[in-house]
Structures are given as C-alpha cells and as structure tokens.
C-alpha cells in the first residue's frame, strides 16, 4: 500500500472513530490492543492481511505496529503454512509444510531434510557435516541397499502448533468483522477475552471453543450469521473452518453450550455483504432472527443516529434506521415506510 493511499486509509477509519468517542479528531484506534494513535503518526499503523498473505489472500486492514509484528511471528506464520498444506477433501500436501530439520530411521534420529512430491514420492536426504563419522557409517552398512522394510517418522512443526492454526483463524475473523463494521464491532467490551486470546494473554488452548468444521460451506473466505443450537452467532469462515464469535445478546461462548467438535452444514449459514467502499462507516446494529448480534456499547450516547442491518430467518437482508414505536405509528399512517423498523430504547 503506497503512503497517501494508506494516510487515506487511516483518516477514513480514524472519522468513524470519532463518531464513537470524543478522543477528537485524528485518532486511530488499534481493533485488537484498543491503543490510541495519533494519524500524523503513521508509522506506527500498519496495514495488516486479514488472512495470510503468504497463503495467496490479499484482503487488508490496518492494526498498530506492535500487534501486526506479533501476529505475523505467531498465528500469521502457522495459519498461512496450515491453509497452503490443506485443502478439505484432498490429502494434506506435504511439501507446503516447514520441516523439523531431522527424521527417525528404525528408531535413530538422523538430521537432514526430505522431500515429496507425486511423481518421485517421498526422499529422504541426511547432512554429511550434522551426523557424527560414525552414525553416517553406520546409515551406510545398514541402509546403503534398498531395505525391505523401515521404519520411518517424519517430525512436523505443524502438527504441534494446532492452538496457534485455531488462534490465527480467530483474529481473522475478529479482523474481518472489523473490516466490514468497522468499530461498531471492535466497540463492544463483551469482545475483550476475544481480543486478549488474539493477543497470547490467556491460554491457547481457550481458542478451541470457538472452531467448527465443515467440508460443506465454501472454501472462500466469508462472513456472515451460522444458526447453532437455536441461537444466532456471528462467525467467519474459509476452507473448511469455521469461527463462531460471540454476539452481543450471549456475551460469553459458553452461554450456548459445546461447540468444538460440532460440524455444520452449508444450510446452517447465512452470509453478510457490505458494498460500502468507505470504512467510515454510521454506528451499526445487527439483528439476526430477532436477536441482538452487534451494538456498540456507548450507543446511547452517540449522536447520529445508528442504522440496523436485519437478517430475517430466511436470511434476507434489510437495512433500515430503528424508530420510536411512536415514529412508526406516523410513519405507518403516512404510507412511507419502505424499509424494515424496529423499536429502540
């Protein structure tokens, strides 16, 4: 991103900051760490891939300096090699994945490398100047002709780094919200275990309850509304994995129960889209089969008026600014209501 594009950028979210608190103007706010930066300060913004540039995706938002250079040595790093190795429905790809740097023959641990690929299969390659003398004479008595049969284990940093997969995709999704709510998402205190999981300040292993599967939804990144045990979740997606998040009317996961381990399935989905190109956006509710989804907490006290996003139980979507039930009434008596209205406090 080139510099004024980015300054462009920074400006437009840093006017819908504004639209939330009175920090005045040319204020960005960081949707994980929740710091304030001024925007003469754009060195210290960065923009920020909402999934894994690495794995092919190109969609960005911005993140202070320090929580894009922590996210991309921990769940950048193993979610982008996770989405390269793995697709749902076809064998994990083994040479998309790092290597331990050694591998176990019959038992014996061997520092070198290997390789796969489909047309010369699995190869095996041990480094001359990182085995002793005698162990490298030993590979050659015993393993110098084709052997009948061995014993071979191959050592995949992947495959212990299952917690840093699960974190990366929740900070996707978190992000992705973000890009398309702007703060009316990041602004709901009920989202802080999310962002403190994002940030490694709690256990990794708190990341599992909010990731299901399915090889049934797309493999296109999407966001939008997942029906679950009768409730009505915000949640993400891509390749097979899907994020639940926390909606405003069930603050805490485990206000509906287990979710690890359930697989959904392509009806259980309802996606949200957002033609706006600007990211300074009104304050926004979501309301999903009647249920409160989205709202900034501060929003009463917020002067323009918010605009509500409904999806009804058939997924259509309706946008439309919540009136009084008085307003309505006049509304309804004068024939020109067009879009769907709801009763706020």
Known sequence: MKKDQKRRLIEDVSANVSKFHNYGTGIFVCPTCLVKIPINEIGKVTEAHTLPKAAGFSEATLLCKKCNSNFGA???????????????????????????????????????????SEKEGLKIFAYDNRNSPALMSKMEEKWGKKPEKISLSLPIPLSGKQDDVNIGFITAAY???????????????????????????IEKEKARQYILYSNEINLKPWIGLIKYKG??????????????????YA????????????????????????????????PLIIVGSGKLIVCPDNLMWIKEKPLAIVVDESGR???????????????????????????AD
Not at 86 to 114: C, E, M, R, Y
Not at 187 to 200: A, N, T, Y
Not at 238 to 244: A, E, K, R
Not at 317 to 343: A, C, L, W
């Open 231 to 248: 409730e009505v979740l915000p949640a993400f997606g891509v390749s097979g994995t899907t994020v639940i998040l926390p909606p405003k």
């Open 74 to 116: 921990r769940q950048d790093k193993w979610l982008g090699e996770f989405l390269n190795a793995f697709t749902p429905g076809k064998p994990f790809d083994l040479s998309k994945v790092s290597q331990a740097g050694h591998f176990i023959v019959d038992g014996v641990k061997i520092n070198g490398k290997w390789s796969y």
């Open 175 to 201: 992000l992705g919200w973000f890009s398309l709510f702007g703060y009316s998402w990041v602004f709901q205190k009920h989202l802080d275990p999310i962002r403190k999981l994002i940030r490694g300040e």
């Open 317 to 343: 979507v309706q946008m439309g600014y919540p009136v009084t039930s008085e307003e309505y009434d006049k509304r309804i008596k004068e024939g020109n209501v067009r879009e769907h209205s709801f009763e």
């Open 251 to 282: 603050p805490s996961v485990a206000d509906i129960g287990e979710v690890s381990g359930r697989r959904l399935h392509s009806r259980d989905l309802q996606p949200i889209t957002n033609s706006r190109k600007s990211n300074n956006y009104p």
